[in-house]
């Protein structure tokens, strides 16, 4: 059984900055890529950042570009979320997830880490 394990996370004041963390535990698991998620209360699921494992490359929501960085340790599946100059608007539930091989989408899923900024 493979999982996701989040951490970081927490309460900021608004222009502060945190990290999230996430590490792939179990049998050893290869993905395609892995990023961040977000649900704020009332709000749809939106995609934060994510990375493609076999190159790098990386994609970011239009909010948080120049604000918010992903990256990486291959070994161990590791996934980073640098996030800085944080606005109120930003506060919401950040999850982590994989995209195994053979999985058309994401399809593992951390537990999910509260974001809250206040102004």
């Known amino acids: 059984q493979v999982q996701l394990t989040e951490s970081g996370g927490g309460l900021v004041q608004a222009g502060g900055s945190l990290r999230l963390a996430c590490a792939a535990s179990?049998?050893?698991?290869?993905?395609?890529?892995m990023g961040w998620f977000r649900q704020a209360p009332g709000k749809e699921r939106e995609i934060v950042a994510r990375?493609?494992?076999?190159?790098?490359?990386?994609y970011y929501q239009d909010s948080v570009k120049g604000r918010f960085a992903i990256s990486r340790e291959k070994v161990g599946n590791k996934v980073y979320l640098q996030m800085n100059n944080l606005k109120p608007e930003d506060t919401a539930v950040y999850y982590c997830?994989?995209?195994?091989?053979?999985?058309?989408?994401?399809?593992?899923w951390g537990q999910g880490s509260q974001v809250s900024v206040s102004s």
């Open positions: 997830a994989a995209q195994r091989v053979g999985a058309r989408d994401y399809d593992l």
């Open positions: 179990g049998r050893t698991v290869s993905v395609v890529a």
């Open positions: 990375m493609r494992w076999s190159n790098g490359e990386t």
